[in-house]
């Protein structure tokens, strides 16, 4: 691992820590209470993409925080700045994690593939 991408990762290591206390401090329902499940910065750590989970929020409830994280985003970049003393912060771009549904859904396959086969065992079993 080179030293940028050591940089890199600590960054967002820390951007992970950083964004739910500055989500937490503003006074809007529908962001403080979301939950950031990654950030992955670009090699130059200008940009920063932050992962959102989905689990508490609808559709319609997704786009309306979305449409408020852009509105806030110089204040969180402010935040992020005052508080670890950097000269600049990443651009955040924010996009909800629906990786942790797919999985859920894999694992429910799995489960279901698991149940038919011990089935079919227990059939070959009684002939």
């Known amino acids: 691992m080179t030293q940028e991408e050591i ?13 739910p206390e500055a989500f937490a401090s503003l006074n809007d329902e529908r962001i403080n209470s979301l939950t950031v499940t990654d ?23 997704q786009g309306e925080a979305l449409r408020q994280l852009r509105k806030v985003g ?15 912060a990443p651009i955040f771009t924010f996009e909800f ?9 894999i694992e429910d396959l799995f489960k279901q593939i698991e149940g038919r086969n011990s089935k079919k065992e227990d059939n070959e079993d009684e002939s």
């Open 39 to 61: 950030v992955k910065c670009s090699k130059g750590r200008s940009n920063a993409k932050v992962y959102l989970d989905t689990s508490f929020l609808n559709e319609k409830e």
């Open 74 to 88: 110089a204040y969180l970049q402010n935040h992020c700045k005052q508080s670890e003393g950097w000269f600049k």
């Open 7 to 19: 940089k890199r990762h600590r960054v967002e290591s820390v951007l992970k820590e950083l964004l």
């Open 97 to 105: 994690d629906h990786q942790l549904e797919q999985v859920s859904r």
